[in-house]
């Protein structure tokens, strides 16, 4: 921790911050400028909040030096976190990039839910998405099937041997969605709900986390702390767009550095959703394609088998045609960059890996 | 609801989206023009999502051209929503602006909570805050006193007679807090936890809605909205800074016009925060000042005993004496410009509100 | 400066690091911790780049210390500056706020601009504002008079006493409007049209410089730096709001924290333009009361004789009794607060400045 | 155009609204609802201002159906643009994307210089960029050698063969610009700088327009359609990173997301400037990457010879191994997902332009 002190500051209210953060366990270093000093504090921030550090009398502004995630961050883990499934599904590091796919939520009719899971699987995706609990914006929407939800997203799993991930939303849902989910998706409005981060630390579940429409790539990570800082570290990262001036043409704008620069400070497994990111479905295969490019562990995007009369999201759905043509673009992207040659690509992304 | 239609779009993709549009009820004029075809329906878009409307083939754009919040909104409800207390202290309207005091969490030592809430009685505040549960971006810093905090919080009260707000965070905590609290706050994290706006929808308790940093007015409303379609009109809205590109000198942009915003299109209380919305001491007098002439109907601010030990936002926190100094010069201001000649401001008001 | 090294950073790098900036006349303090070893390097800034730095191989990061204007800021420049004009009108410190009115664009008809300047003068205000050279965004909208505007905007000035504020928007304009204005204004879109503020800080009018709409506080600041550098002291610092997430209801977010953070790092005169700010007539009025109660040294705002037929903006411009009603509150409220009763006051006023 | 009056909106204000479109030229439907009234215009919006409609009593709200960019827009240009070069390079529609790469300006000794040249020649780039006239934040930093800057590139140019790309500031500077560049590039901070627009329409010289860190994509194409609307079609869009509340790890987000937007709504080619667009040298491989992927006809990006010690912008430069072995990557990847086999892959790339 650095702290300028102002101009003006006298040497008792040097003496304080220095006192205050030696009693913390910091080692101090003054460096006394013909302008101003500042306080060069080595140790360990989690024992302090700067906040109060920035409240005494004669602080300019105080900065950090270390970066607050220790649990989530590369730092103290250096490998890249590999998520496995029953399956043998794996999600992060050099593994294949995985496809989570299917309709925002899941509704009335199973059949629909059946036709777009076997299409899933036709095309080789790994993940069967749908949401049965559904956080809608005005209270006049459609707010989800809810247990029903989750028996049909069960079913359509064990016929196609796709695995499920759905959205929780509410500390007291846990304990029903752990009987039917294999990940456990927290919403990107939900981003900072602590309440249910805690307790979803206390799962074993993997969990892939949205990122907050307007939540600061340290902050994401600071909410992945929370889950494993509770005892969970199966935590997925999923980008989704964030929140900006321009909506004219997409809902959000999908931020895809994010995805390197995740990589480079996190161990964690990164992946991407070019439907809610974007909120258009011609962006979905562009958008999709660039992100595993840019080294995406995997992508969710929205299938309906009726977009037009999808209960939500329909303009950002791909009917399973479209899903079909996109999907197959995909997977020859991915298998020709990436997995055909399995030997000069691990190499290379060794190599890679390495230089970071 | 208006749709445009693409420029290429064929009279059978036309047929299809009018006919979807009456067979909901919609009444449909059709407005072809040389380059392109729009149709308005009239009728009430709470029937459909528009992202249906939006996905139908041929559609360019879906436009609404009513305000989907039907009972936070001015339009059926032209009357300012006053909110009343058991001890005649009133929020919004015409009444005089309340001010709500406090530290930011609820701390060990029951005497320093005391002393802030003996000052603020002093001052003429209304309201005692303090948070009891701490939503913290770091899982390393302080999470709060929990049940302990209200019970300081509700002692204080009985002391001073201040009537008591407080955060909550999570559904299943919604019983105790209201055995202890007066106004349940939800925090701008949670402004779109959906599952926590429902179940405050079935209490009656006033919930005071914080806006959250990347949600836009609408959405604010909507989420409003939420708590009063489940049962709950005692609503009361707060400003406390949006999430912009700037965050060199303020944590967040304070929103003021959002105060004569929501004051025209909503008849709810719109009470400000300037300890939150700017992250700085020195603002909280200029920003609060400027609330209240826009048209505030109350400030929230920060007080702590000892703000160079305070277990969470020291940097925007008063100290006492500071907080006396600034809420004298509030209190002139409220004062001097409404409430000193009671008989001509509230003609004014009344005349200014009905420009409106 | 800053530097912080990664932990990975090995001897040769740190050295090579404090070598170059020993050599650019810093003094160095190495701070080593066990993670990693920090740099803190008291000297010039402005002597080199930060990127430079940034970019030596084993450096994290760099972070200055010290603000980096130094004409505009107030540590270099404690008291407050005035602008003072021929006429005896004098903007900044402690003096009464200006208001400075007009339409947005000068028009064809003479007759409308000295309706609006007679009603101007006839209210108190002190400029005239109008654009006869106007940035549009669109090439299709009127890209006004030109200098025809010019001679009207003087016309109006003669017989009024008014002084005028005009938009100058290339460097070949500035002697033609040198001819004509007692205030260059610079757009917001022009900002950072590095070539026009030095073409400008070689002139000695005074110049209004517009924030603009993505400019931080720090870069608006160092824009007026440019001006400065170039040798023209005369700049007045113009707060127009910002672009945000939220442009529903207003077309950008006016930043009012902006005023005071601007009057504690400054000591340039501060004006907020609640029209372009806000978008919307009706948030004049709440928008500029706030402005003023938080410090602002004048407001400027649109008035046009016949806003139904104005070539631009017409949806944000006052009619003539609109700006009476409105300018007759705001100068009640700046009378009221500040300028009765002089004497108090100042005293006041001087007692607040001593604070900051 | 859509004007959508208030509920209140009394006859004779739906009828002066009528009349004045009807006056300019639309064709008029009512649409009259229970609550409000919709006027449906069909017609040239370009005529009016829609601030105008606006602005007359009983309007609630104007919404455009048809893109104002009539030049720039795809609708009335369905063909790709492709600029051509006298040495046979291509930019735009199926051709091969191109890369332009050098320093950020160009600096006192031209040996470096010759040397990013000659390496980028080998590599196979196309264009050599660098700045001459430099846009700098601060008025302490470096501004540019200006016209020795300029022949340094043309003398670069001669001796390599690639064409040279710099940055205009100032309309003053055209003529000068002209001897030297083969592409005129405007800055991100003048992309709404008129005067600069609508000069350069004059010329024939591609212009190469970097979209403003706060403009919207409809602002883009609105500033393209300046330069056009004067007489100049050669323009090339350049996304470089818009301004977000998030710039810890990158300075700018880079909306990759406009480059298939901007190709389905323009005919233009949009070229991809990771540099500037993350700040970060680790970020320019997968980001350049990604973007091409996404459909960019081309990449920028900074070479400098000695990164440590370059003037401005060192920390986003690569030295000239690393962008070597970048560069590698990114022809390997153009090669491979494009133009092997050139067969198969124009007419793949042909289907999916029939597609959009």
Known sequence: MIVVMEPKATESQIEKVSNYLQQHGFKINLNRGEVLTVIAAIGDKRMISTATVNSFEGVHEVKLIQEPYKLSGRQSHPEDTIIKFDNGVKIGGLEKPVLMVGPCSVEKEFEGLLEVATAAKEMGCEFLRGGAFKPRTSPYDFQGLEEKGLEYLKEASKRTGLLVVTEVMDTIDIPLLNKYADVLQVGARNMQNFKLLKALGHTKKPVMLKRGPAASIREFLLAAEHIMFNGNPNVILCERGIRTFDSDFTRNTLDLAAIPVLRKYSHLPVVVDPSHGTGKRYLIEPMGKAALV???????????????????????????????????????????????????????KLKEAKRK
Chains 1, 2, 3, 4 share one sequence.
Request: aromatic share 6%; glycine share 8%.
């Open 294 to 348: 840019a080294g995406a562990h995997g992508l969710m995007y929205e299938v309906h088998h009726d977009p037009d009369h999808a209960s939500s999201d329909g303009a950002q759905s791909l009917s399973i045609p479209q899903f079909k043509e996109i999907t197959r673009n995909i997977n020859k992207l991915i298998g020709r960059i990436d997995y055909d040659n399995k030997a000069s690509h691990r190499e290379e």
